[in-house]
């Protein structure tokens, strides 16, 4: 048996080669996969219900994912849509898609996967002790659920069933980047420890090539085996590199958490075939004995400005210890007078990041007092 799967980038919006989509179009995918969402920007885009990136981009790539669907007739799956898998960010890409498909001519059957989680069901499991916190989450309460927007990582089960149904296209909420790749080969029957590795490998695109960027990866998924390439000629992939992925995101790069189960891969091996082809042998899956959905959640904690400037004067620059300390004391004054008492200063919280001096380690740096003839000054105030 071999399963082919495309994964033409990262994530939605953040754009590939043309040169290697259209390479794996030609190697002629079973299903098309993508990745439209993340957390590693914060939980802005959970509280707030907008994207990342901007709509242009988002079109730019669903374009060509949607006219290869057409052209291969295969699935095509997007998950966590709209960054955080809001089911605005949902809403948003289907928005988008059937303006595409008006544009184009196509036809498809779509299917939407919602992930929000209603508020009165979570707070009753709650209450049954069904919910229980990851580290190092945050105390959770019935206030709590009340006031966030809160999300469930979804599995392949869902995709699943609604490929069972006939959908062609998907555009799932908040779902385990790994899933979506593996959907298609789980329901096939191939072997759950390689589909799931397969699926790690890929979820970012080529992040896990010799040059992270952009762009895709192509997987052949067989019963004792998969072997991963990078799409772009002029990029390479090595066992380190790909075996390296498996850190990405993960405490432990041998025991890696899924919904259903724990990809294992301490007796993985990785074996160059080319100098862009890797094989990956010997992964195992171990279900789980219960199955567990990830919640994220994000509420409105505080308003946040920021103010960068920069200084070239040597004088200053020698002072700034003293000059800061200086500056925040006249700015809590100014809180003091503005909002006549009010609001509190010592609720609202200053900082100066001093970047060419020791923004990036703080007090571990030991070149402080080697600084340049400019700085940059990055103040936020929250």
């Given at each position: 048996m071999e399963i082919r799967v495309l994964a033409p980038t990262g994530v939605l919006g953040a754009g590939f080669e043309e040169t290697s989509f259209q390479r794996g179009i030609e190697l002629r995918p079973h299903v098309i996969a993508c990745d439209a969402g993340s957390t590693d920007s914060g939980p802005a885009h959970l509280g707030s219900g907008l994207p990342k990136p901007s709509r242009e981009a988002v079109r730019r790539d669903l374009r060509h994912l949607l006219l290869a669907r057409d052209a291969l007739r295969v699935p095509l799956i997007i998950g966590s849509c709209g960054t955080s898998g809001r089911d605005v960010g949902v809403d948003w890409v289907e928005d988008i898609a059937r303006e595409i498909s008006t544009e184009e001519g196509l036809h498809f059957r779509l299917a939407l996967i919602k992930s929000e989680q209603d508020r009165e069901y979570l707070k009753r499991r709650l209450r049954e002790g069904r919910i229980r916190p990851l580290d190092p989450a945050p105390p959770l309460d019935e206030e709590v659920i009340d006031r966030s927007h809160i999300v469930g990582m979804m599995g392949v089960e869902p995709i699943e069933?609604?490929?069972?149904?006939?959908?062609?296209?998907?555009?799932?909420?908040?779902?385990?980047?790994?899933?979506?790749?593996?959907?298609?080969?789980?329901?096939?029957?191939?072997?759950?420890?390689?589909?799931?590795?397969?699926?790690?490998?890929?979820e970012c695109g080529a992040a896990c090539a010799v040059r992270p960027w952009a762009d895709g990866l192509f997987v052949y998924l067989h019963d004792t085996h998969f072997d991963v390439e990078v799409l772009d000629q002029a990029n390479g992939l090595t066992p380190q590199s790909v075996a390296a992925h498996t850190l990405y995101e993960n405490a432990n790069s041998f025991l890696i958490p899924e919904p259903s189960g724990v990809l294992n891969t301490e007796w993985a091996t990785y074996e160059a075939l080319s100098d862009r082809v890797v094989r990956v042998t010997g992964s195992r899956f171990e279900p789980a004995e219960d199955y567990s959905v990830k919640l994220e959640g994000a509420a409105l904690a505080g308003y946040q400005t920021i103010a960068i400037g920069g200084i070239r004067d040597g004088v200053i620059i020698r002072q700034l210890d003293q000059l800061l300390p200086m500056a925040d004391g006249y700015f809590r004054k100014k809180i003091r007078d503005v909002f006549r008492g009010q609001v509190d200063p010592s609720s609202i919280e200053i900082r100066y990041l001093i970047y060419g001096r020791d923004a990036v380690l703080g007090e571990l740096e030991p070149l402080r007092h080697e600084t340049g003839h400019e700085v940059g000054v990055l103040i936020t105030v929250t």
């Open positions: 069933a609604a490929l069972a149904q006939g959908a062609e296209v998907i555009l799932a909420g908040r779902a385990s980047d790994t899933s979506l790749y593996a959907a298609v080969p789980h329901m096939m029957g191939a072997d759950p420890g390689l589909t799931w590795h397969m699926g790690k490998t890929i």
